[in-house]
């Protein structure tokens, strides 16, 4: 496996990226400049498409589909492609993880590790393709046979955001195409070039053309024109609840496409008193600070136990005032910059917020000024109630905030006093508190003593307004399928017509 040593500068000029359509490279005839948020130096130009080739794009799945030439070949040729292209990103890892990282705001650190979840993806959806099957019925009477076919359910479109650029593309990718669909994919307009170099992986690995293509562009524009199109039969969206929500208008008034939303999340993390405490402040810190909490799954509500909530709190505070924030580029930074002007104005509006509602901040609360580009220090509100503007929003940004329970019955319903439903971590040492906070709570990944944890063997996606469908694994591929039931008559039929 390549390593990114030594780190590498910053690139000279922006480098130009093109649209992949049918197995082809196409020059944007206008293009848009990306900037790194950790140095605000222009990074990379990426073509702003129009929907004349979003049409192009959907129309090279639909024939790539139609054909045949990837749903008619066998599980194990396609497992044999998907198993190639994770060779080729172990070898293309620290360049991968440098796009990534430049135009995130990422640590290259943590850029390479989701990188190696990426290739994780591809080795299970490998997988994946040679065992999806269906089923059968025996029981139907000795005259008939019942045979339930599992069929790719044809092209499919993928929106994806900017917060986890690659990681979120290789958890749906390699199950789309491991359930025989083919796809045109529309990345997050601030972190598209990752997306585009996965097209030159795909294309080494031996996928035919046709099958993975990529259009470029705004949301407003491409994104809401493949959400509208006709000739998708399903729509895989990341991103925030509101566009979920236009997605789903836009399959009602389009052909009623399928739809997986994975949207927004306010994730609860407990703490009982029984706890390791130690293990469980480490924990918190890390999980609202992983990505800049710009995570949909960042627990951002903490709700702890009154009669450990001032020690615990005290704990985390000294393990937040640790984190280095710093260059994403510096191997040794562990929260970078904030991705978006927006978002940065979005999660200060939000610390001012808190302490205009009532909240203390207890650490953090400041920028952190490196002389270029955009860090917000982590940060722990405590007094928090249910009611506040923190307490209930996803902020999107390394904010937590603090709010004491005194039974199991509280803990469970202030956990669940929230529109969302995508994960919830759990502290506690009791096996009879993990059981029934972890069956009582509405959320769709649950993590006991433990966070973030997991591989893409287990599915993902929310409870409540956190989203519909699942992906990853047996479940995400079998969400890309659609079932068909076959009766088949054996010997001679029982007539109608005397
Ligand atoms: P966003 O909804 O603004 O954008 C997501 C994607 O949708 C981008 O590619 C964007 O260009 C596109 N888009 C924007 N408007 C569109 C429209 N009208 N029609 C079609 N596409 C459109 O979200 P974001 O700001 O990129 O990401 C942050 C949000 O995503 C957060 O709310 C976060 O919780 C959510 N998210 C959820 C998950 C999950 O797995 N549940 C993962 C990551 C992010």
């Not at 610390?351 to 955009?374: F, N, P, S, Y």
């Not at 479940?475 to 079932?483: D, K, L, N, R, S």
Request: with cysteine; charged share 20%; net charge negative.
């Amino acid at each position: 496996m390549d390593t990114l040593r030594p780190f590498p500068k910053l690139p000279a000029t922006p480098r130009e990226f093109g649209f992949y359509i049918d197995g082809a490279w196409h020059a944007g005839r206008e293009m848009f400049e990306r900037a790194s948020p950790g140095h605000g130096v222009a990074v990379s130009r990426i073509p702003r498409c129009t929907s004349d080739d979003l049409n192009a794009a959907v129309v090279a799945a639909r024939n790539a589909f139609e054909d045949r030439r990837w749903a008619g070949i066998s599980g194990a040729a396609r497992a044999a492609v998907l198993l190639r292209a994770a060779e080729i990103l172990k070898r293309r890892r620290s360049e991968i993880a440098y796009w990534e990282s430049l135009e995130n705001g990422k640590p290259i650190s943590q850029a390479m590790g989701e990188i190696d979840h990426s290739i994780a993806c591809f080795e299970i959806g490998a997988g994946a393709a040679r065992m999806l099957h269906g089923d059968s019925f025996n029981s139907l009477g000795d005259d008939l046979f019942g045979m339930v076919l599992r069929e790719p359910i044809g092209v499919v479109g993928l929106i994806t955001p900017w917060n986890f650029p690659f990681l979120i593309l290789c958890e749906r990718v390699p199950f789309i195409l491991a359930s025989g669909c083919t796809l045109v994919v529309k990345p997050s307009e601030v972190t598209s070039a990752t997306t585009l170099l996965l097209a030159e992986v795909l294309e080494e690995a031996g996928l035919p053309k046709g099958v993975y293509n990529v259009i470029t562009g705004s949301g407003r524009s491409i994104g809401q024109a493949l959400t509208e199109h006709p000739d998708v039969d399903m729509l895989s969206f990341t991103g925030s609840t509101a566009v979920g929500r236009s997605c789903v208008h836009a399959s009602a008034d389009s052909n009623f496409k399928k739809l997986g939303l994975e949207l927004g999340g306010k994730n609860p993390i407990i703490v009982f008193a029984d706890a390791d405490l130690e293990d469980a402040a480490d924990a918190a810190a890390f999980g609202i600070s992983f990505n800049t909490g710009q995570c949909c799954v960042s627990s951002s509500r903490l709700i702890v136990e009154r009669s450990v909530a001032a020690e615990f709190e005290a704990l985390l505070a000294a393990k937040m005032a640790k984190i280095r924030v710093g260059d994403p580029l510096d191997p040794d930074t562990q929260v970078g910059a904030i991705t978006t002007d927006a978002q940065n104005q979005v999660i200060l509006g939000y610390i001012a917020k808190g302490q205009a509602e009532g909240a203390k901040i207890a650490i953090g609360g400041t920028v952190k000024d490196l002389g270029h580009g955009q860090y917000i220090q982590p940060t722990l509100f405590t007094g928090v109630t249910p009611e506040m503007a923190i307490a209930r929003d996803e902020i999107f940004g390394p904010v937590l905030c603090s709010m004491p329970f005194d039974t199991v019955e509280e803990a469970i319903a202030l956990a669940n006093d929230t529109v969302y439903g995508l994960a919830a971590s759990l502290w506690t040492k009791s096996i009879d508190k993990a059981l029934t906070v972890t069956r009582r709570v509405r959320a769709g990944r649950f993590w006991v003593n433990c966070i973030m944890a997991g591989g893409p063997e287990m599915p993902l996606g929310g409870f409540k307004q956190s989203g519909w469908g699942r992906e990853a694994g047996k479940y995400g591929v079998e969400e890309y399928t659609q079932i068909k039931s076959v009766h088949i008559e054996t010997g001679k039929r029982n007539h109608w017509i005397a």
